[in-house]
């Protein structure tokens, strides 16, 4: 397989452990290890210290598989498998996909969501929003619709935009897949990040038999390190082809990732209501922000997720712009090329305890540069 570069993570690599602020990461901050071990129980403080450095079970062990499934109804643990999410999203496309089958995925969207299955020679339709408020309408997605269509990608909450689905507007999306006999795959890896007045949606692997969700501790939980997420799907002929997958990749998971993983989501509350309140705090901030500077940006308020997709009200192309703030100020932002859009959108990251003081340099930089 031949993949073009994740443009994406290439300048991350390059900015992010040098840049001073961080205004476009996805993440929330990360938690320390005894942020997690002090809402262990006491069985839970004994799985870790009585830790040992081996191998694990292949498809997660037994009692975080067991913590995960309490998230999803009548799945039980052989409907789950853990591995890294991007791991585990590559594996779900090669075991689903084959050269030459349609696909449907969203734009602007992570590059991993469109860039793999373009890699194994898949023809690709792309859903897209409207720019005005980035709302996802289900009935422009069943237009997209092929005779050969044989995989449906979805992404909500949506990174980077915020956009979410009302109930009734995922029910659409599972009735055209339902009706062409489609599997949906579902990253959710914002879950339970819900920032407006929205309903929380369940995970698609509830309500489709034919759904996949994708779900982990990096984005939600603010545990990026752990390097933790698992696939969920009724069909458990799909999970043994997974897992046989997984053989020639990471073959088990880490051992402390594990124990570390089983705790969060024990007492998952604790962690992503701290990083809600975070992120309606920072979405407040940057109103704010925004109407310091209504000609230099245009922001529509994400209903979930920890991301928005902020325009750029000038002349200057949105990468330029992000490269000249890295170098004069520090500040790290994202432009909109990196999610295959060619507008001038940069994302904004609201999951960040110094959020304000990122806000102040920024504005200091504006109004010497771009007034």
């Not at 604790?270 to 230099?296: G, M, T, W």
Request: with cysteine; charged share 25%; net charge neutral.
């Amino acid at each position: 397989m031949k993949i073009n570069e994740f443009k994406l993570e290439r300048y991350f690599a390059k900015h992010e452990f040098t840049a001073r602020h961080l205004l476009s990461s996805s993440d929330c901050d990360g938690f320390a290890v005894q942020d997690i071990l002090s809402q262990a129980n006491k069985e839970e403080l004994e799985l870790w210290s009585n830790l040992k450095l081996g191998y694990t079970e292949s498809e997660g062990s037994t009692l975080l598989r067991e913590a995960i499934g309490k998230h999803y109804q009548k799945l039980s643990k052989e409907n789950i498998l853990v591995a890294s999410p991007g791991e585990l999203h590559f594996m779900a496309m090669n075991v689903l996909l084959n050269a030459g089958d349609h696909v449907i995925t969203m734009l602007p969207a992570y590059q991993s969501l469109y860039e793999v299955v373009r890699a194994i020679g898949c023809e690709i339709s792309y859903w897209k929003p409207d720019p005005t408020n980035w709302h996802f309408n289900p009935d422009d997605l069943g237009k997209l619709v092929q005779k050969n269509t044989k995989l449906i990608i979805i992404n909500f909450p949506h990174n980077p935009t915020g956009s979410y689905l009302t109930r009734s507007e995922l029910n659409k999306v599972v009735d055209i897949a339902r009706k062409n006999n489609i599997p949906v795959y579902s990253d959710e890896m914002y879950h339970k990040l819900i920032t407006g007045n929205m309903e929380e949606l369940p995970p698609l692997s509830n309500i489709y038999e034919k759904g996949i969700s994708l779900w982990g501790t990096s984005k939600s939980f603010g545990m990026a390190g752990l390097r933790t997420g698992w696939i969920v799907a009724q069909d458990k002929k799909l999970m043994q082809e997974l897992l046989s997958f997984k053989d020639y990749l990471s073959i088990c998971n880490s051992a402390p990732g594990e124990i570390l993983s089983i705790i969060a989501i024990n007492h998952y509350e604790k962690f992503i209501n701290h990083n809600i309140k975070k992120i309606k705090r920072n979405i407040h901030l940057f109103s704010e922000f925004v109407k310091k500077h209504p000609d230099l940006f245009q922001f529509i308020p994400p209903k979930a997720g920890s991301t928005a997709f902020v325009k750029l009200k000038i002349a200057s192309p949105a990468l330029e712009f992000s490269n000249k703030l890295v170098e004069q100020t520090g500040i790290m932002t994202v432009p909109a090329e990196m999610f295959g859009y060619d507008e001038k959108y940069i994302r904004i990251g609201f999951g960040r305890e110094n959020f304000s003081e990122i806000l102040h340099e920024l504005n200091k930089y504006l109004n010497n540069n771009l007034r």
